[in-house]
């Protein structure tokens, strides 16, 4: 079978999750599920075993977060760490580091790009589903992306329509993609799931460099003439775009896998409960905790030592980290971003950042 080279995508800040999640120390070097290792970490080793080693993994990230992501992962070839001057979204990351890996491995390389924070159960079937994408992007002039089956009608996420099925590769399923659709809104979402047509925009991608360089030259001309002619030192003239946008929404040679394994991508403190909650309980407490008449909400500290008391609370997240404390409905920790910008525009709030 072709090596895969995976390519993890960790530049992201991870707002959401603030406090936790600040400047120097995004969502990605977070341990969030009370085991440790951090999401970085998680998706390192679950991308080892396809890269066969740490010759083989790279990083894209930005320059702020590279010395961090060298101490989360020790073992990762400094050649392999690719630092963004600034980010521009994932179009020019994946462009970038596309031109970098087909520098070294030629243009017939596999390369896989991944979200360095989901949260994926059943490596056993995860791994299955790679090697049948590597499979399919090797053998063919195809981009692979795999697809979550939706459990709900989520808002958050993209969607991607399968269209006719292309064939069976590694023994799943394949087929054409006929649309991307960004974040619908519910009763859009609602009728993509009575379909059974649509899955979950996992953010995951495989295909050959030299395909995947010849698509980006036709569909993101600007983008691919500036870093191949004036490489990174002009990443500020890039345009700030996504690769669904530049890329995934215009090619014809899209294709979906639907998988079969869990996965969530951890988008905010609401995400927390959908993992870790027990039947048993009805609070989520990652923290030491006191309380009285409280159901249904999350409790979160980074301390040993402090003690989150609580009275009649229902249906809250409470944070507590170092010199924060975050109290907020659960309906509403999406506003977490536009409390970031409140902090931002006082200088007395900025070293919380």
Not at 97 to 114: H, M, P, Q
Not at 172 to 178: D, K, Q, S
Not at 284 to 300: C, F, R, S
Request: proline share 5%; net charge negative.
């Amino acid at each position: 079978m072709n090596t895969l080279i995976p390519v993890i995508l960790a530049g992201g800040k991870g707002e959401r999750f603030w406090p936790l999640s600040r400047k120097h120390r995004p969502k990605q070097f977070l341990s969030l599920d009370g085991s440790g290792k951090s999401l970085l970490q998680a998706t390192a080793d679950r991308l080892l075993p396809l890269a066969k080693d740490w010759e083989n993994l790279w990083v894209v990230t930005s320059t702020q977060l590279a010395q961090g992501v060298q101490e989360q992962l020790p073992h990762l070839h400094a050649q392999n760490l690719l630092a963004e001057p600034e980010g521009r979204d994932t179009a020019p990351a994946v462009a970038w580091s596309t031109l970098e890996v087909a520098k070294r491995y030629g243009e017939d390389a596999v390369i896989g790009f991944f979200p360095a924070d989901p949260w994926i159960d059943n490596q056993i079937n995860f791994q299955k589903t790679l090697c049948a994408a590597t499979l399919l992007a090797a053998t063919e002039n195809a981009i692979a992306t795999l697809g979550v089956k939706p459990t709900y009608p989520a808002t958050g996420y993209g969607y991607i329509e399968q269209g006719d099925l292309a064939g069976s590769f590694g023994g799943l399923p394949v087929y054409r993609v006929n649309r991307f659709t960004e974040k619908p809104d519910r009763e859009t979402a609602e009728s993509f799931l009575v379909t059974n047509r649509f899955s979950w925009n996992s953010g995951m991608f495989v295909f050959r460099a030299g395909v995947v360089l010849d698509e980006l030259r036709t569909h993101a001309p600007e983008m691919m003439q500036i870093l191949e002619t004036e490489g990174v030192s002009a990443y500020a003239r890039l345009p700030k775009i996504s690769i669904d946008y530049a890329l995934m929404e215009k090619t014809q040679i899209a294709y979906v896998l639907p998988v079969d394994f869990g996965w969530d991508d951890l988008g905010d403190w609401n995400a927390i409960e959908r993992l870790l909650k027990k039947a048993t309980t009805s609070n989520v407490e990652l923290a030491n905790h006191v309380g009285l008449d409280t159901k249904d909400t999350l409790l979160y500290s980074t301390s040993d030592d402090d003690v989150i008391v609580t009275i009649g609370l229902e249906d809250v997240v409470v944070v507590r980290d170092r010199n924060v404390t975050l109290i907020a409905r659960k309906d509403r920790t999406q506003e977490i971003k536009q409390v970031l910008k409140l902090l931002q525009d006082n200088p007395k709030f900025t070293d919380l950042l």
